[in-house]
């Protein structure tokens, strides 16, 4: 069995057709891990070609159920990069600032400048999303968002940054086993929120939300990735190697030296 992970453009999406636990052609934690490091030095080298050559930026979007792994995933896949070109910016409830200007405000503002990786924890789609599934706004009000979000990464994506977005696609039975964990071991407790809990009891509108999402903002300038992220290993190389894969397309070169370092010897230089 495959299972396109990259979302085609112009097809409806039925997230009971995606099964969490793929693991695509790997057979063996050993063999995922492998590719992972493998991976990951390539984002590292990639990484300082984009900073060096400040031509091009990245955003990447993260969105997840609770317990989803986007913390996992942010430390595996970005853990070694270089924090000088790379900033993650979570997105919480709206500060009295934040709410008080158009909900794409705040996204814009933590979008990368040229050279930069930026990681959304959660997103500007957590106002389709939460505020949907919470009635925190008028239908007709979160209605309008999907074209305007499509419209906001179309600027994005026209101004040089490559926009990426990941749905880290968890089961409701390994989201109740990763809450476990963290409700029986005392050092997951920090972890623990009953905000979760009662965000869980509204699971299926969730999905529902996300189908929305998928079937509205999937673009080309903007393509959603659904990973499965049951399995950690598995989700960590999907994401690292969707990453790889877009630096590498940019095409990037080193600049050309300031000086003209034909005629500089080192034996000038006191
Ligand atoms: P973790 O629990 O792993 O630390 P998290 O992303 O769940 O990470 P929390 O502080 O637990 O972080 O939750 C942030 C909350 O803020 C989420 O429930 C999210 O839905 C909510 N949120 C984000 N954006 C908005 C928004 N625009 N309107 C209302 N709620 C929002
Ligand atoms: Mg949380």
Redesign the pocket.
Known sequence: MTQSIKLPLNKKVNLANFDPNYTGKYKSKKEMRKRLLKTQAEIIELQELLYAESKHALLIVLQAM??GG??GTIKHVMGAINPQGCDVV?????SDE??SHD?LWRAHKAAPSQGKIVIF????Y??V???RV?N?VSESTWKKRYDQINNFEKILAQNQITVLKFFLYISKDEQKARFRERIENPDKHW?F?P??LR?RAHWDDYMEAFEDVFNRCNTKWGRWHIVPANDKRYRDLVVAETIAKALRGLNMKYPEPSVDIENISIDDIV
Request: aromatic content about 10%; glycine content about 0%.
């Open positions: 609770d317990a986007k913390d979570s997105f919480k409830v709206p934040e709410a909900f924890n959660r997103s500007h957590e106002d999303l939460v505020t919470h925190f972890k929120s905000a979760d965000e």
